[in-house]
């Protein structure tokens, strides 16, 4: 009836002497009743094997290997005392959930935050900790009078009522998880169990009071128990408190046994100190053993020898430190004679690791264990679970239900749903057009076309999904009890055969082999049943409306996991750093080794913060650690991790995320580099590894392949590369999986991703109309002059984006000028003068206009939500603003409203412009311009064309020489060549202006008057683009003009001279504009028509058109390749422009000269 410690810095042997006793006792047979080894209980398994490994089979029929909670479930299996089940982790948040709703008026602190998500887990966990700390309603209320925070007091009186309440309602039908060792003490106090055995407890770091009572039991029933620390005789002998030593916590768990021991007179066995000799584990290895002496000792000893058996790796990301991890295990077990199971990689973050080291072992066919839960949330029957209430929430959105169908137990073919997905976005179809009666005939469904088979089809996949659907939300819609709302669950799940289609792929798991799948699969559909009928049995008859139930459901998804165990002996382990120990581990691999990231930064203190705890503390209510005290408790985590393996060590570190952002290396890297000065920090630019070992690069096909295809773009370009090269190849090429591969590599070598020339007559039927014609628009040639390729996919290819329902920046467009068009017609039609228009009359037209065209059309996307409803409103206001502006535009000059919408190229306005190509070619131009307005003055008429923008556009005489911007000068140029049909007369150019419709916000620090508010706007929507240089038709742009004009970009000087900002240009100076376009629409559209279509986009200094481009995904142009170069546009002086246009017109002009004259 004793205890005996056994101590001994890591890799001393403790667990090995633990082993070599209980076989000592088996070998002798010993006249003791049993032999426990009691350890954490993710080392059971591990332990058993290395007990069937060390003893052998038969060492069972004595020994047991068991965690606590084993040996609560043994006792009561053996001496009864559970008759009760256990309750799940989500079933004790549903009774929590009932607890504060029962008690929700005694709760004042805790009243508004009980609602927040994630509030029952909260208290899950302080409940848990009160149980594991033996805090029982007597001891709380004991210090109920001590406590003089008054923040603190408040939370303990409210946590009783909570805890006291749940314990009461927990003993109706369950027992809770953290009752269990609670039970054992007091099972293990009434019987005989583990009378004369003896135990051993290893791999502990420290123990809960719970734990500590049971240690006390068998203690006293026991002929002896051992218990193993790990820990360093410094420490053992310093009886001073010192929390940065890294075994403090050690010490700490040693002194309360030694606490336990006193108070009830157990004997105290000679202790076993293995730390007199050299670490069992590093008899062969000085440099490990070196690491486990000095890492954490101050001062501390360099090792002066070149370090063969640790390895630091500087990676430049995740991928490159996972590769080189995955190429190093290869290497190993290749060469070296490793097997997978010698070998753990282990990290502090193994979330954002887990998906990378999936797909990199695969590659390099390293088989692989995740020592990790399995979170049931990302399980599809979860997510079809929680899509079906989504759906109800969230009145049918394209999200929620799209989350349903792609959770794959539907029983919905992907096609149809690819389909159904598009028709969706396209109709922008939620809520009322799901739940309609009949689909097929519903007004929305059929719009303005024919029913197609296309549609009836789609209508019969909308039915399928939907029925069951609402049966199951009609079930539970409204306030129900929490019975009959699982039930529907359940049924609904029969509905839609949900439970026969995870048993067909738990068989094509079983087919394909794989294991973790058939686990996972096998448990997901017992756990929901669990979940469901425990929340019958918890709240049951509580009556919550769907929406706080699906809320109370999530948070017992989002609890639960499914544990797996290893499918195969031979594998590399993958985990956390906190579940490293219990493993012999000759190689081990941290990775991750990140500032903040190992050792972890300080966490959140939680709902008791580190001053409650240290307050309670001091009342005699003893919690887990403080966060500070976490922070230290990390070292030795740390201390474990270094010290855990045999053989081989490497660390690494990224340099930067998934984001490119940049992470620092934790202080362990420069640790290691002060005790190892001779360690050399490797890279993917210096690996010693693969300089001294050519062949290193040949390891598993996928990887050795992507090196293949680096080694001949470097032979491609005359670089040297390794003699064993081209057999690599060869044997790739003889390779059936590989054989095509390799073919296209050499198309990639000499890939240039540039556009191949279309034939000319296969182009010409590609852009061509019903009549054989070629008829474009301004903006399609601005297009081609972008970028050739993305015309060619757009108007040649007639690629297109999948439609969406949504208000698009060209609906906006097109939105607008119909409304201006329509208000200039009103305007027209009622005999009103522009000058004559308030702002108020503005207004109430274009309000009367937006309403008749939305009560016109009950289908527009305009009437379809409160969103777009809003959005029409905020187009009144824009709108009106826009034309209140060009009213006082209008009003201010003398040139009148002439067009709107004006139709070129049409038979009403004249000829088309006809551009005369090579081969007698003949393209046509048809395109509308937005308004015309004219001015006859002194015999002459002047008119001025204007493009109203909703966006921002600014006149650039630079995009004019690229081509990039003709309109407003081809609109011009059809005007005048045009003009005997349209104005029966001669006119000449007065302005070519944008107008951008907008309302704009005015800013100023100090109060403005109406005049200086409408001032400031008309300056704000003052029109850009070119007028003519004449003193009279300015001023009859803007009567008022004095100085500057706010209306045009036109100015005068005192003396009655344009100021040098103003954008004028003289009638020749405009009909040389006129003529450069007009060859720059002839020049392109010959480069158009001989079938180049490069891939070559335009760049200025701002913006390149590729970021906007919706085909940047076909071209995949890359600056990188070779051909793959920019166009780019050169921002050149207006002189400097207007000399190059001024040149390139009479060399176009001396051609036709020297061509006429040779005719």
């Known amino acids: 009836m004793s205890i005996r410690f056994v101590y001994g810095r890591s890799g001393t042997g403790k667990s090995k002497f633990c082993i070599d006793e209980i076989k000592n006792n088996i070998n002798k047979k010993l006249d003791i009743n049993k032999l426990i080894l009691l350890v954490p209980e993710q080392y059971t398994f591990m332990t058993e094997n290395k007990i069937l490994h060390e003893i052998g089979e038969h060492a069972f029929l004595r020994t047991e290997v068991m965690s606590f909670k084993k040996m609560a479930h043994n006792i009561f299996e053996e001496y009864g005392g559970r008759v009760k089940e256990i309750i799940k982790e989500s079933g004790r948040n549903m009774l929590i959930h009932r607890v504060i709703n029962e008690n929700i008026e005694s709760l004042d602190y805790f009243n508004r935050m009980s609602r927040e998500q994630g509030f029952n887990e909260i208290i899950s966990e302080v409940i848990s900790e009160f149980k594991k700390y033996n805090i029982s309603i007597d001891s709380i209320r004991a210090i109920d009078e001590k406590i003089n925070d008054n923040e603190l007091y408040q939370k303990i009186k409210e946590l009783m009522i909570i805890y006291e309440a749940f314990n009461l309602k927990m003993h109706e039908n369950y027992i809770d998880g953290d009752d269990q060792l609670t039970l054992l003490n007091k099972k293990l106090l009434e019987s005989s169990a583990y009378v004369d055995s003896e135990v051993w407890i290893d791999e502990f770091t420290s123990f809960t009071p719970q734990q500590l009572d049971i240690i006390k039991v068998l203690a006293k029933r026991c002929r002896r128990v051992n218990i193993t620390f790990c820990i360093d005789n410094e420490s053992l002998n310093n009886n001073s408190e010192d929390i940065t030593d890294v075994f403090n916590i050690i010490k700490n768990t040693e002194n309360k046994i030694l606490k336990i021991m006193k108070e009830n007179n157990i004997a105290y066995d000679k202790p076993v100190n293995l730390n007199n000799a050299i670490p069992y584990r590093f008899k062969d290895n000085l440099e490990l053993d070196h690491i486990e002496k000095y890492f954490f000792s101050y001062p501390f000893n360099e090792y002066d020898k070149n370090p063969e058996r640790i390895t630091l790796y500087k990676a430049s990301n995740i991928y490159d430190e996972i590769e080189r991890v995955s190429k190093s295990i290869t290497s190993l077990v290749r060469e070296n004679g490793y097997r997978y199971r010698d070998i753990s990689v282990v990290?502090?973050?193994?979330?954002?690791?887990?998906?990378?080291?999936?797909?990199?072992?695969?590659?390099?066919?390293?088989?692989?264990?995740?020592?990790?839960?399995?979170?049931?949330?990302?399980?599809?029957?979860?997510?079809?679970?929680?899509?079906?209430?989504?759906?109800?929430?969230?009145?049918?959105?394209?999200?929620?239900?799209?989350?349903?169908?792609?959770?794959?137990?539907?029983?919905?073919?992907?096609?149809?749903?690819?389909?159904?997905?598009?028709?969706?976005?396209?109709?922008?179809?939620?809520?009322?057009?799901?739940?309609?009666?009949?689909?097929?005939?519903?007004?929305?469904?059929?719009?303005?076309?024919?029913?197609?088979?296309?549609?009836?089809?789609?209508?019969?996949?909308?039915?399928?999904?939907?029925?069951?659907?609402?049966?199951?939300?009609?079930?539970?819609?409204?306030?129900?009890?929490?019975?009959?709302?699982?039930?529907?669950?359940?049924?609904?799940?029969?509905?839609?055969?949900?439970?026969?289609?995870?048993?067909?792929?738990?068989?094509?798991?079983?087919?394909?082999?794989?294991?973790?799948?058939?686990?996972?699969?096998?448990?997901?559909?017992?756990?929901?049943?669990?979940?469901?009928?425990?929340?019958?049995?918890?709240?049951?008859?509580?009556?919550?409306?769907?929406?706080?139930?699906?809320?109370?459901?999530?948070?017992?998804?989002?609890?639960?996991?499914?544990?797996?165990?290893?499918?195969?002996?031979?594998?590399?382990?993958?985990?956390?750093?906190?579940?490293?120990?219990?493993?012999?581990?000759?190689?081990?691999?941290?990775?991750?080794?990140?500032?903040?990231?190992?050792?972890?930064?300080?966490?959140?203190?939680?709902?008791?913060?580190?001053?409650?705890?240290?307050?309670?503390?001091?009342?005699?209510?003893?919690l887990s650690s403080t966060t500070r005290n976490k922070v230290f408790e990390e070292q030795y985590l740390l201390y474990i991790a270094l010290t855990i393996s045999s053989e081989y060590l490497m660390l690494s570190y990224p340099m930067a995320d998934f984001e490119g952002k940049s992470l620092r290396p934790s202080i362990v890297i420069s640790r290691m580099k002060k005790i190892f000065p001779n360690l050399i920090e490797e890279s993917a630019i210096y690996d010693s590894k693969i300089l001294e070992n050519k062949l290193s690069k040949v390891i598993a096909p996928i990887p050795t392949f992507n090196e293949l295809i680096i080694s001949m773009r470097k032979d491609f370009d005359k670089e040297h590369i390794e003699h064993y090269w081209p057999e690599v190849y060869e044997w790739f090429k003889n390779n059936g999986e590989f054989k095509d591969k390799v073919k296209n590599i050499f198309k990639g070598l000499s890939y240039s991703n540039i556009g191949d020339k279309v034939p000319r007559n296969k182009l010409r039927k590609l852009y061509q109309n019903d009549l054989e014609k070629l008829v474009f628009s301004v903006s399609k040639l601005e297009k081609y002059a972008e970028c050739p390729f993305s015309y060619f996919v757009q108007y040649g290819l007639k690629a297109k984006n999948r439609k969406v329902y949504e208000f698009t920046p060209p609906d906006l467009g097109s939105f607008v000028h119909e409304m201006l068009d329509s208000f200039t017609n009103k305007v027209r039609e009622d005999g009103i003068l522009w000058s004559d228009l308030s702002n108020e009359k503005c207004k109430e037209i274009i309000s009367n206009l937006i309403d008749k065209k939305l009560m016109d059309e009950s289908n527009s996307i305009l009437n379809s939500t409160k969103k777009f409803k809003y959005l029409a409103q905020r187009f009144k206001r824009v709108i009106s603003k826009s034309v209140s502006v060009i009213a006082s535009q209008i009003g201010k000059g003398e040139f009148e409203v002439f067009k709107t919408e004006f139709d070129f190229g049409s038979y009403s306005s004249g000829e088309a412009i006809t551009l005369d190509l090579n081969d007698n070619e003949k393209v046509y131009l048809q395109g509308i311009i937005d308004r015309i307005?004219?001015?006859?003055?002194?015999?002459?008429?002047?008119?001025?064309?204007?493009?109203?923008?909703?966006?921002?556009?600014?006149?650039?005489?630079?995009?004019?020489?690229?081509?990039?911007?003709?309109?407003?000068?081809?609109?011009?140029?059809?005007?005048?060549?045009?003009?005997?049909?349209?104005?029966?007369?001669?006119?000449?150019?007065?302005?070519?202006?944008?107008?951008?419709?907008?309302?704009?916000?005015?800013?100023?620090?100090?109060?403005?008057?109406?005049?200086?508010?409408?001032?400031?706007?008309?300056?704000?929507?003052?029109?850009?683009?070119?007028?003519?240089?004449?003193?009279?038709?300015?001023?009859?742009?803007?009567?008022?003009?004095?100085?500057?004009?706010?209306?045009?970009?036109?100015?005068?000087?005192?003396?009655?001279?344009?100021?040098?900002?103003?954008?004028?240009?003289?009638?020749?100076?405009?009909?040389?504009?006129?003529?450069?376009?007009?060859?720059?629409?002839?020049?392109?559209?010959?480069?158009?028509?001989?079938?180049?279509?490069?891939?070559q986009p335009t760049k200025n200094s701002n913006i390149a058109h590729c970021e906007y481009c919706d085909f940047s995904s076909i071209c995949q142009f890359d600056t990188e390749i070779k051909d793959n170069k920019y166009k780019i546009i050169i921002n050149k002086s207006a002189n400097d422009i207007w000399n190059n246009i001024k040149k390139e017109i009479d060399n176009s002009n001396k051609l036709i000269k020297v061509e006429n004259e040779e005719v």
Not at 453 to 477: G, Q, S, W
Not at 505 to 511: C, D, L, P, Q, Y
Not at 959 to 979: F, K, T, W
């Open 347 to 622: 990290c502090r973050n193994i979330d954002d690791y887990e998906k990378i080291i999936s797909v990199i072992f695969k590659d390099y066919n390293i088989p692989y264990f995740l020592d990790k839960k399995i979170q049931l949330l990302s399980n599809p029957l979860i997510v079809l679970i929680s899509s079906a209430f989504e759906i109800l929430l969230k009145n049918w959105s394209y999200e929620s239900v799209f989350k349903y169908l792609k959770s794959g137990l539907t029983g919905i073919d992907n096609s149809y749903i690819d389909r159904l997905e598009n028709f969706i976005l396209e109709y922008g179809v939620k809520g009322y057009k799901w739940t309609s009666r009949e689909i097929v005939n519903e007004k929305w469904f059929i719009g303005n076309s024919e029913l197609t088979d296309d549609k009836v089809l789609i209508a019969e996949i909308m039915e399928e999904i939907r029925y069951p659907l609402m049966t199951f939300h009609n079930k539970i819609n409204g306030k129900h009890k929490v019975k009959d709302i699982c039930s529907a669950i359940y049924e609904f799940l029969v509905d839609v055969k949900v439970f026969d289609r995870i048993n067909e792929w738990i068989k094509n798991f079983e087919e394909l082999g794989l294991e973790d799948k058939v686990k996972e699969y096998s448990q997901v559909e017992s756990i929901v049943i669990d979940i469901l009928d425990q929340a019958v049995d918890v709240i049951g008859e509580e009556r919550l409306e769907y929406s706080e139930f699906f809320r109370i459901l999530s948070s017992g998804f989002a609890n639960e996991e499914i544990g797996i165990i290893p499918v195969a002996l031979d594998q590399v382990n993958i985990g956390d750093i906190a579940r490293i120990k219990g493993r012999d581990v000759k190689v081990l691999y941290i990775v991750g080794i990140n500032d903040g990231v190992l050792p972890a930064s300080k966490k959140e203190e939680g709902l008791l913060s580190d001053r409650d705890r240290t307050t309670l503390g001091e009342v005699g209510i003893n």
């Open 933 to 1095: 307005d004219k001015l006859d003055l002194d015999g002459e008429t002047y008119i001025r064309v204007i493009d109203y923008k909703t966006g921002a556009k600014k006149f650039d005489l630079n995009e004019i020489y690229y081509g990039l911007q003709m309109q407003l000068l081809v609109y011009l140029d059809a005007l005048i060549r045009n003009s005997k049909y349209i104005l029966d007369k001669q006119v000449k150019p007065g302005a070519i202006l944008y107008f951008k419709i907008d309302d704009p916000i005015i800013k100023s620090k100090k109060e403005m008057t109406d005049e200086e508010v409408e001032k400031e706007v008309l300056s704000a929507l003052k029109m850009k683009g070119l007028v003519l240089k004449d003193a009279r038709v300015v001023k009859a742009m803007d009567k008022d003009i004095e100085g500057y004009s706010l209306v045009i970009p036109a100015s005068f000087k005192t003396d009655g001279s344009f100021k040098a900002t103003s954008d004028v240009v003289t009638e020749e100076e405009f009909r040389i504009l006129r003529e450069y376009v007009n060859n720059k629409m002839i020049e392109i559209c010959e480069e158009m028509l001989s079938g180049d279509i490069k891939i």
